[in-house]
């Protein structure tokens, strides 16, 4: 089955504050970037996920405030998550270092993003390309599929 895109309800999200209090007890901190962190962002996400999403965090923080959040430790990017990078009301992308993924701080940046997706005045939230992690945001978020939703957005970008 291809990528598909999914719809979160934003007004029924599960409070952020637990999560973020379970991860500074680990000594994470969930934060939105700004201006003087932007290189250090972009560096780690063009060297755990590539090019293709450097670019779009590159968008998402083009913006003031910025539409991207990262989960630092002992001073150092652990992860990251965006939305409204490729398209408005989208979110995503967002990767976790390989050796960081357990311990929520990937479920951290998901609802920062999705809160303040919320507070902007949006009703709904689309995932954008979810594939194998799917389940993660059906689970975490209740997000579903949204029908024929492939490629959508993505059907035009440029090959070589």
Known sequence: MPAQDLIVKLWDLPPKEPVLQRLAEQKVTIKR???????????????????????ECEAALSTVPSTCYVA???????????????????FGPIGVAPDCREGGVGTGLLLSCLHSMWEMGYAYA?????????????????AIPIPNSHPAIYKNLIRK
Do not use: S
């Open 126 to 142: 689309i995932i954008g390309w979810a594939d194998e992690p799917a389940p993660f945001y059906e689970k975490t978020v209740g």
């Open 33 to 55: 970037v700004i201006a003087p962190d932007r290189a250090r962002v972009l560096q780690f996400v063009d060297k755990h996920f590539g090019a293709g999403w450097m670019h």
């Open 72 to 90: 630092v430790k002992d001073r150092e990017v652990i992860g990251f998550a965006c939305f409204e990078a490729t398209c408005k009301n989208y």
